[in-house]
């Protein structure tokens, strides 16, 4: 969840969970299925390393059960062709479990029940059906963790039993205290509830923190991701990471404490690759069942994410890369690379061996437009967008509908999550230079080509880093380069510094993507890749034995 969610705040705040009456009771029936630990894919750790990841709205993505215009369960089994096709190998779903808000803008964040799956999306045998078929085609998926808080309707806050315990409360209103990510006031994060008061991270009286002190809290999250990791997710993304323990005003993110129990959480996740818990039907299937967790610690300074990736081995797998979608879009809108450039390079520098950023260039969150807004429809920059998104060192994430260029003006969370446009993806799948076309070559490279899952290197241009970026991807003894044009008008760029970087000189130039243009050797240390088209990207072969074939040529 984002810092400031504004209009979920207000919706929130202002809408009760819609109550039930006949209609909804004969379109939503109450799930009386269940959901027995499940077949585990069988993974071996940093599997995440190669993964492409498809973050899937679920609300938003495909009606399969209902026809009530509200995707869900069924709806996502249905387009795993497409998502096959499309190349992506994990699947990200928002919050599925059942939730207070069903209005417009559910976004499920506001949980009631973490073993209970949002009967807008169907139910408890819907999502096995789904798990087992995304395992069926060597595709991995992933849940949305939502531990930090709960709805203010969660029977945990409305029991007696659990309701002071669980959750963090004053006896009255405290003074000087803001919000989490600095800003506000103690009345944005303290609200009134039965003569006394309950801390709320996010500033809406919808929403309570649960209390990371209490051991009981501790022991339930960890049974809930145990319970939904048993059934066969392969990993989770966990938000609000940043705000599980407050000690104190201003020491409301980023507490020690908080990252001893999100070590916990690791700890229950490496079990899992022992085959030591949580055995399954046939056996002990969990063996080699490797799951991985991303975080969501929000913040525009790289170095804060640092911290979540804890020693390499006992903290995030992970962490989603809040800095990328402006770098990159710094680079295609302003001209100006360095700031991706720096940004990878100190990811590069800094984050223990062995993690993953997870890159992406628009969400949910009322972070960035999507890049169909972005760059005002563009072809050639929202492609080239994806291509820094799906060529970046990190573990890609490609946003629903981001493949086919759809907008979304950022300022208002239901502007990024609208209905997928199918539409566009059958018009554009038989077009060769569509967006559609491209991701799925972008991707293929990735996948066919370790150097492109591997290290990064910035390299020099004769242009500098305002008109065009060069960079180099390496794994082995294989390098491929990566040029792009940052500008309006078709370039030459010429790239030096390769035999540095294990590049033979004056050695042969394969293209992956884009056109050679003549140009199929180096000439000693550097390259130049003629006629690059107006934001255009060539993905080049400059060193290894593994070339496939060329995917396609520059973007008309």
């Keep these: 969840m984002r810092p400031v969610l504004t209009a979920v705040a207000l919706l929130l705040a202002g809408l009760a969970c819609q109550g039930p009456n006949s209609d909804a009771h004969s379109r939503y029936p109450v799930d009386t299925t269940t959901i027995e630990p499940g077949q585990q894919l069988e993974s071996a750790p940093g599997w995440y390393g190669d993964a492409v990841i498809y973050h899937i709205w679920v609300k938003a993505f495909a009606d399969g059960v209902y026809q009530d215009g509200i995707g869900d369960l069924p709806g996502i089994q249905s387009k795993l062709d497409y998502l096959q096709s499309l190349g992506v190998n994990t699947l990200w779903l928002s919050p599925i479990f059942e939730c207070a808000y069903k209005g417009d803008n559910m976004h499920g964040y506001d949980t009631t029940d973490y073993y209970a799956i949002n009967d807008r999306f169907g139910t408890r045998a819907d999502l096995r059906a789904l798990?087992?078929?995304?395992?069926?085609?060597?595709?991995?998926?992933?849940?949305?963790?939502?531990?930090?808080?709960?709805?203010?309707?969660?029977?945990?806050?409305?029991?007696?039993?659990?309701?002071?315990?669980?959750?963090?409360?004053?006896?009255?209103?405290?003074?000087?205290?803001?919000?989490?990510?600095?800003?506000?006031?103690?009345?944005?994060?303290?609200?009134?509830?039965?003569?006394?008061?309950?801390?709320?991270?996010?500033?809406?009286?919808?929403?309570a923190d649960l209390n990371f002190y209490?051991?009981?809290?501790?022991?339930?999250?960890?049974?809930?991701?145990?319970?939904?990791?048993?059934?066969?997710?392969?990993?989770?993304?966990?938000?609000?990471?940043?705000?599980?323990?407050?000690?104190?005003?201003?020491?409301?993110?980023?507490?020690?404490?908080?990252?001893?129990?999100?070590?916990?959480?690791?700890?229950?996740?490496?079990?899992?690759?022992?085959?030591?818990?949580?055995?399954?039907p046939g056996g002990d299937a969990a063996k080699h069942s490797a799951k991985a967790m991303i975080a969501e610690a929000w913040t525009n300074d790289a170095s804060g994410v640092t911290p979540y990736y804890g020693n390499g081995a006992n903290e995030f797998h992970m962490c989603l890369d809040f800095s990328a979608p402006w770098a990159i879009a710094n680079a295609i809108t302003k001209g100006d690379a360095t700031q991706v450039s720096s940004l990878w390079e100190f990811?590069?520098?800094?984050?223990?061996?062995?993690?993953?950023?997870?890159?992406?260039?628009?969400?949910?969150?009322?972070?960035?437009?999507?890049?169909?807004?972005?760059?005002?429809?563009?072809k050639a920059k929202i492609i080239l967008a994806e291509a820094l998104t799906l060529l970046s060192p990190g573990t890609p994430i490609l946003y629903y509908g981001n493949e086919v260029g759809m907008t979304g003006q950022s300022g208002t969370d239901l502007n990024l999550r609208q209905p997928m446009d199918w539409a566009a993806v059958a018009?554009?799948?038989?077009?060769?230079?569509?967006?559609?076309?491209?991701?799925?070559?972008?991707?293929?490279?990735?996948?066919?080509?370790?150097?492109?899952?591997?290290?990064?290197?910035?390299?020099?241009?004769?242009?500098?880093?305002?008109?065009?970026?060069?960079?180099?991807?390496?794994?082995?003894?294989?390098?491929?380069?990566?040029?792009?044009?940052?500008?309006?008008?078709?370039q030459t760029i010429t790239v030096s510094g390769l035999t540095g970087q294990g590049v033979p000189a004056g050695g042969p130039v394969q293209a992956i993507l884009g056109d050679l243009k003549g140009q199929d050797a180096l000439s000693g240390d550097t390259y130049t890749a003629t006629c690059l088209p107006a934001y255009g990207v060539r993905v080049l072969y400059v060193a290894g034995t593994g070339f496939q074939t060329t995917l396609h040529g520059d973007l008309p």
């Design 347 to 378: 990811e590069q520098r800094t984050y223990p061996a062995g993690t993953r950023s997870a890159t992406f260039d628009s969400n949910h969150d009322n972070l960035i437009s999507r890049p169909g807004t972005q760059y005002g429809g563009a």
């Design 131 to 207: 798990i087992d078929a995304v395992h069926g085609r060597g595709m991995r998926i992933l849940f949305d963790f939502v531990p930090n808080h709960t709805s203010t309707q969660h029977p945990w806050f409305t029991q007696g039993s659990t309701r002071n315990d669980w959750y963090v409360w004053k006896g009255a209103q405290p003074a000087g205290w803001g919000l989490p990510w600095g800003g506000g006031s103690s009345q944005d994060v303290w609200k009134p509830n039965g003569g006394a008061y309950f801390y709320t991270s996010f500033a809406t009286d919808s929403l």
């Design 427 to 490: 018009t554009q799948t038989s077009q060769p230079d569509s967006i559609l076309s491209w991701c799925r070559y972008l991707i293929q490279a990735r996948r066919a080509y370790p150097a492109l899952r591997g290290g990064y290197t910035t390299l020099s241009t004769d242009l500098g880093p305002t008109k065009a970026l060069a960079y180099l991807r390496n794994a082995g003894t294989e390098r491929v380069l990566v040029v792009a044009n940052l500008s309006a008008v078709s």
């Design 214 to 280: 209490n051991p009981a809290v501790q022991a339930e999250m960890r049974k809930v991701q145990a319970y939904w990791l048993d059934r066969g997710f392969d990993g989770m993304r966990v938000d609000a990471a940043r705000y599980l323990c407050e000690s104190g005003p201003g020491q409301q993110a980023d507490q020690p404490d908080t990252h001893t129990r999100l070590q916990a959480f690791r700890s229950l996740l490496d079990e899992y690759s022992t085959g030591d818990l949580h055995p399954h």
